[in-house]
């Protein structure tokens, strides 16, 4: 069925239901006027269908003119696209062809390049064999001297840069550590704690004198021999001198004597009761200063022999400064640098305190006071921390821990606090002439100064015989023979110094000659 007759068969339906519903309509006047009415409308739907018709006609019109109008234009675009398509497929085969010709030209290029490098690879090989043979030299000592120039140049470079920032390191290292130890100094203000080596007892007869001389001298000098000391009379008027490097036993010396001269009959079995008496007084004594000292400090129920070793301190000295006094010191020292550097206070503190303690009984053993310093330690069951501590403060073994460090600094500096301790002309003379024997020893080193109370040895070294890398070589090893031979407290610089002189001269127009 076509559009049109759609339209015809629309326009029926639309005419019939008019006349029916104007013949079924009810109320109509009569039969003449219902006819003359579907007239009119049949007219009226006649007219409307031909309006109809006619639009659609001209709607049909459009449509095929517009179908018609796109079919074309769809025909253009299908040639246009084909004829596109077909221009590719010609480009396509054309660079297809060039492709070939390309890949066949670099293949061609890369042949003729690798031959080249294989005809470069014999030759350069043919004339290394021909200089080889020529100078009589070697590819692998042509490679070692290269080499060798190389880490020449590049080891001495950074041996400078080495020398240059360990020296900036030590400069930081050395005025951070300055201002610290200052510090700490300032906060102590303990005076000096040096002892006199001698006791000194006013008499008020010389009859008392006597009495203790005894006839031919017998009752001192059982007396001397019996507690070790020497008396000397007459030095001073009123007065008996008693001396003794251990001075336990001139402190008990002392409290017999005392008792002897509250004699009336002197024998050598009163002198020999006032001993056991003077022996157990002193016994006392140290107990008493080691109990007292070491509540000072915050211990309490220790054992009797370590108190007793504490107290033994008391009566000790090194280089005349008290050992007792020296020890709370460098707790103290150990302490307050511990609190500045974070470091355990209460490990630094005891370790500082103890680490002479065995000085109370090296006198009497024997053996060097660190390593007994350990045994007693070690006896009484101290951590390891506060027994390494202690231990390590003159180097037996590298300090391993912080607080040992701290306590190594704090003995040096209670050592070295101006009138601590005193030291004989002799020794210190012989002390500046070793230092310098020692730096004198290696080859190459002219002179040496010990300067600053030994504290700096500076060696002037001919510049002829070493060069500027040994001038490093030589300090090192200086400062190494010294801490090996030991017995010199705290730091010592090591100075190495090497001189380069050069002149020059004018002889008319030759131009300037070098001379060494």
């Known amino acids: 069925m076509s559009f049109l007759d759609i339209i015809f068969v629309l326009i029926g339906l639309a005419v019939g239901v008019g006349v029916g519903a104007f013949v079924l309509k009810p109320g109509a006047y009569n039969e003449e006027s219902r006819k003359r009415r579907a007239k009119e409308l049949l007219q009226e739907t006649e007219k409307e269908a031909a309006t109809i018709l006619e639009s659609a006609k001209q709607h049909v019109v459009e449509l095929a003119e517009q179908f018609k109008s796109e ?21 396509a085969e054309r660079w297809g062809e060039r492709l070939s010709g390309l890949k066949a030209t670099s293949q061609k290029h890369e042949d003729e390049l690798k031959s080249l490098r294989e005809e470069a690879r ?111 009379f007459n030095d001073e008027p009123n007065t008996i001198i008693i001396s003794c490097f251990n001075l336990v036993q001139e402190q008990t010396a002392k409290l017999a004597m005392q008792r002897l001269m509250r004699e009336r009959i002197i024998t050598e079995n009163v002198i020999l009761e006032m001993k056991a008496r003077a022996d157990a007084d002193m016994e006392k004594v140290l107990r008493k200063e080691g109990a007292r000292v070491l509540e000072m400090i915050g211990l309490k129920n220790l054992p009797e022999e370590l108190v007793r070793l504490v107290g033994r301190l008391n009566f000790r000295t090194s280089y005349g400064q008290n050992v007792m006094r020296h020890s709370l010191e460098v707790g103290y020292f150990s302490r307050m640098l511990a609190a500045m550097i974070g470091a355990d206070e209460k490990v630094a503190f005891y370790g500082g305190f103890f680490h002479d303690i065995g000085k109370a009984i090296d006198q009497e053993v024997g053996g060097s006071h660190d390593a007994l310093t350990k045994e007693i330690l070690e006896k009484y069951e101290f951590s390891w921390e506060v ?85 490093v070589d030589i300090a090192v090893d200086i400062a190494k023979m010294v801490e090996a031979k030991g017995g010199y407290p705290g730091k010592i610089k090591i100075i190495t110094i090497r001189s380069t002189r050069t002149a020059t001269t004018t002889k008319g127009r030759g131009g300037p000659q070098l001379q060494p």
Request: hydrophobic share 40%.
């Open 71 to 91: 079919e074309a234009e769809f025909g253009a675009q299908v040639e246009t696209m084909e004829k596109v398509v077909a221009l590719k497929e010609a480009s």
């Open 122 to 232: 014999e030759l350069s090989q043919k004339m290394t064999a021909e200089l080889m043979n020529k100078a009589a030299f070697t590819l692998e000592r042509a490679h070692e001297e290269l080499i060798q120039k190389y880490e020449q140049e590049f080891s001495h470079e950074a041996e400078l840069r080495l020398q240059r920032y360990v020296e900036w390191v030590e400069e930081v290292a050395l005025r951070e550590a300055r201002n610290a130890l200052t510090e700490v100094i300032c906060r102590y203000s303990a005076p000096a704690s040096r002892e006199p080596n001698m006791t000194k007892l006013e008499v008020s007869q010389d009859a008392v004198k006597g009495r203790i001389v005894g006839r031919g001298g017998r009752m001192i000098s059982f007396f001397e021999e019996l507690f070790g000391v020497d008396v000397i």
């Open 387 to 471: 027994t390494h501590a202690a231990w390590t403060h003159h180097n037996a073994i590298p300090p391993e821990t912080v607080e040992a460090k701290i306590v190594q600094a704090a003995d040096a500096i209670s050592a070295g606090r101006p009138g601590a301790r005193a030291e004989s002309l002799e020794r210190y003379v012989e002390r500046m002439k070793e230092l310098q024997g020692m730096a004198l020893s290696f080859e190459g080193v002219r002179k040496a100064f010990a300067i600053n109370a030994g504290r700096e040895v500076r060696a002037i070294v001919d510049s002829d015989r070493v060069d500027d890398k040994k001038v």
